[in-house]
Every structure is written in C-alpha cells, then in structure tokens.
C-alpha cells in the first residue's frame, strides 16, 4: 500500500523561508520522478517543482529561483525548500509520483494522495 505523508507547513510571514518533507511508503518512490504540488484557495491543483530518479529538477516560472525540490533515495523523502514566500504562496502542498508530460503536455499523478501540508504566508 502506497502512503504520502506530507509535513513541514506552516503560518510565516512574507520573505521567510520554510522546508516541506514527504516521506512516500511503498514502491512509488524508487522508480518515479517525483512532484510538489499545490492547490491555492479556489485553484486547481498546479504542478510546482518535479525531480527525477537521478536528481533532475524543473520548476513552474512562479517558483523558479526560490524553491528548491531535492529528495534522499534512501529515506524515500522528497523535500521542498522554500524561500522569499510571499502571500501568493499560501496554499496546501502535495507530493506525489508523477508521470509525464504527453503529447498535449499534461501530466498526471500516482491514484495516492496525502493530506497536505498548509503554508500560509502573511503580508
């Protein structure tokens, strides 16, 4: 069984930084490229930051710069290190398998989801 379990969110204010940490149970790890996601209030789930088996990282243009996706093999943890958040950042964040992009450019996700971790970033 496949479990996702997200931690590390927090109440910070504008331009501090927090770090998220997933650890994933299972198979799911080993073998994927792994994502953050986020889900803003009133928005759809967004794709963040993604890192492949052997360490290749890519990022949304709203996250470039300021987080960075890193993950350990052996703990089966994917982390997130975020800096200069700003109010814009406030959402839940996710992780999970990803799986992708196809022809059309999406990309999809393991059936899993944890529950998330809540960053609120105040002004």
């Known amino acids: 069984q496949v479990q996702l379990v997200e931690s590390g969110g927090g109440l910070v204010q504008a331009g501090e930084s927090l770090t998220l940490s997933c650890i994933a149970s299972?198979?799911?790890?080993?073998?994927?490229?792994m994502g953050w996601l986020r889900q803003r209030p009133g928005n759809q789930r967004e794709l963040i930051a993604t890192?492949?088996?052997?360490?290749?990282?890519n990022y949304t243009d709203a996250v470039k710069g300021r987080f960075t996706i890193s993950r350990d093999n052996a703990e089966n943890t994917v982390y997130l290190r975020m800096h200069t958040l700003t109010p814009e950042d406030t959402a839940t964040y996710f992780c999970?398998?990803?799986?992708?992009?196809?022809?059309?450019?999406?990309?999809?996700?393991?059936?899993?989801w944890g529950q998330g971790t809540q960053v609120t970033v105040s002004s």
């Open positions: 999970n398998a990803v799986f992708g992009p196809d022809r059309e450019g999406s990309y999809y996700y393991a059936p899993y």
């Open positions: 299972g198979t799911i790890f080993n073998v994927n490229p």
């Open positions: 890192i492949t088996t052997g360490g290749k990282t």
